[in-house]
């Protein structure tokens, strides 16, 4: 862990192993922090922002060490990919693409550093000036899950350390190693002792006091909904600013006149990617009738050819889940599905290759048959698991894709672009693609409608998330 400018052990001197989930091997012993070791980096966070040197200090000059975040992290690449791999199972290209969308987050949000200088407003009492300046929030506690483990970190830590608060962050217990590896490239790239604290540990006792302690003034959070909400109540007790980017079930819309073979190859794409464990996989595929059983049968087809393996393989298009729990999770999904009526066409177990035994593997699995009733199609299944419905007209398509409780991002497929443009804005969700799926970048805000997350992370409005306004009067 690093506290107050030093590597440390935790206090209780536990460790957790951490497993590689292609083939269970122990690939590093992590410290096992707990709530004493949170209250010491969060009073670190505190003294460090109080005494103000980095609050106050040129935003320029932040910037400029923001900046050399994003320089090491492209210095180191790939061995921060590599490390991606090892702890996730993902691909070592998916790894690499994400190495690259993280250094260029930190450049954003170096460049952002000293681009808002406040506004003079006009005031209406006569002989006075009054200016709006925006000022760093303070202590920001900032909570990761385990399925990008680097990108959601540098979601948060550019924009915090850009707009000069101090911070605690606490990666997902079974991820933290590309984490780790980072606080030591802010370390190298001048971040003064104090202002970033890294704990390890559980998120009942760590990020528990994160989200308790009157010290924290903002808590950001990417996770699951449920432990939003936990983390929501245990947060109003000082009334802390939240920032949360929770789960997603999110349709993707293809109507009969799309580009058939995109239109499959990224309906794989959308929810097959990293093993289905993306907050933004679309796990809901909406078809209109009169191409779905041509469509389906293709889907079926090229599912079959998805070659699941070792992430360091080139040829490997998919790797495991993250953990035997996590599987386990998927498997109980898939029978609730079964039983609900939804009609499985393919996958819908592990698979048989021998050398994918010991890795935490699953079929790319699919649905057809679907309602919007089914457990199988309103809750984040969070795995390789497609539902299929069918619609007739674009009315009908847009009901069933906001029929959740959910609304993070969709994805619309047509080549009728006033179609398109119909969907796009009644889709109540944070993200739409139109003729794609997935792309994102530093420079526009993600973040979710409804019970997807409450604020936004990357582009202006994730760096204002970490910020307050103050309005500034003077009697002249
Ligand atoms: P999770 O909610 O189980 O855990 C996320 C983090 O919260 C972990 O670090 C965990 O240790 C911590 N935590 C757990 N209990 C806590 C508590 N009581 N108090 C404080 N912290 C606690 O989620 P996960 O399984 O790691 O990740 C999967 C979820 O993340 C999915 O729902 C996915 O959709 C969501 N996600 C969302 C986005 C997004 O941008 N919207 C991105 C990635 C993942």
Redesign the pocket.
């Known amino acids: 862990m690093y506290i107050n400018g030093e590597w440390l052990h935790a206090k209780s001197e536990k460790t957790r192993e951490i497993i590689n989930p292609f083939n269970q091997e122990v690939i590093a012993t992590a410290v096992e922090g707990n709530a004493e070791d949170a209250k010491t980096a969060i009073q670190a966070a505190r003294v460090a922002f109080d005494e103000g040197s980095w609050s106050t200090m040129p935003a320029s000059e932040r910037g400029a060490i923001v900046n050399k975040i994003g320089s090491l992290i492209e210095r180191d690449l790939e061995e921060l990919a590599e490390l991606e791999t090892l702890d996730t199972g993902k691909t070592v290209q998916e790894s690499r693409e994400d190495m690259a969308d993280i250094a260029n987050v930190f450049f954003y949000f170096a460049g952002l550093a000293d681009k808002d200088g406040g506004e003079v407003i006009a005031s209406p009492i006569p002989n006075s000036e009054s200016k709006v300046v925006r000022e760093p929030v303070g202590v920001c506690g900032q909570?990761?899950?385990?399925?990008?483990p680097l990108l959601?970190a540098a979601w948060k830590l550019a924009p915090a350390l850009a707009s000069g608060n101090t911070l605690v962050m606490?990666?997902?217990?079974?991820t933290p190693l590309t984490t780790v590896k980072v606080f030591e490239l802010m370390e190298e790239a001048g971040v003064p002792k104090g202002v970033a604290n890294l704990v390890l540990g559980?998120?009942?006792s760590?990020?528990?006091e994160?989200?308790s302690n009157h010290d924290v003034d903002l808590i950001s959070?990417?996770?699951?909904?449920?432990?939003?909400k936990?983390?929501m109540q245990?947060a109003s007790d000082n009334m802390k600013k939240i920032a949360f980017?929770?789960?997603?079930k999110n349709p993707n819309i293809v109507f009969a006149d799309a580009d058939f073979e995109t239109a499959v190859d990224q309906a794989l794409n959308a929810v097959f990617f990293h093993a289905g464990?993306?907050?933004?996989a679309g796990a809901r595929l909406l078809i209109e009738e009169s191409i779905h059983d041509e469509f389906v049968e293709e889907l079926v087809e090229r599912t079959k050819r998805i070659k699941l393996g070792n992430g360091f393989d080139e040829d490997t298009q998919s790797g495991p889940m993250i953990s035997a729990e996590?599987r386990a999770k998927v498997e109980s999904y898939v029978e609730i599905g079964k039983n609900e009526g939804a009609k499985l066409v393919v996958g819908g177990k592990r698979p048989d290759d021998p050398e994918l035994q010991n890795g935490f593997f699953y079929l790319p699995t699919i649905f057809t048959n679907c309602t919007s009733d089914m457990r199988i199609v309103q809750e984040?299944v969070?795995g390789p698991v497609l539902t299929v419905e069918t619609f007739q007209t674009k009315e009908e398509a847009v009901q069933l894709a906001n029929d959740t409780i959910y609304g993070?991002a969709g994805a619309v497929w047509t080549q009728d672009l006033s179609k398109a443009e119909f969907v796009a804005a009644r889709l109540r969700m944070g993200t739409v693609w139109i003729n794609d799926f997935h792309p994102y970048f530093a420079q526009a805000p993600?973040?979710?409608y409804k019970q997807?997350?409450i604020g936004r992370?990357l582009g202006r409005e994730g760096m204002e998330e970490y910020t307050e306004l103050k309005h500034i009067f003077r009697n002249k």
């Open positions: 909570i990761t899950p385990w399925n990008y959601q606490k990666p997902s217990e079974i559980a998120g009942k760590v990020g528990a994160l989200a959070f990417t996770g699951g909904i449920e432990t939003g936990t983390i245990a980017e929770l789960g997603g464990q993306v907050c933004s996590h984040e969070f993070l993600w973040g979710g997807s997350g992370e």
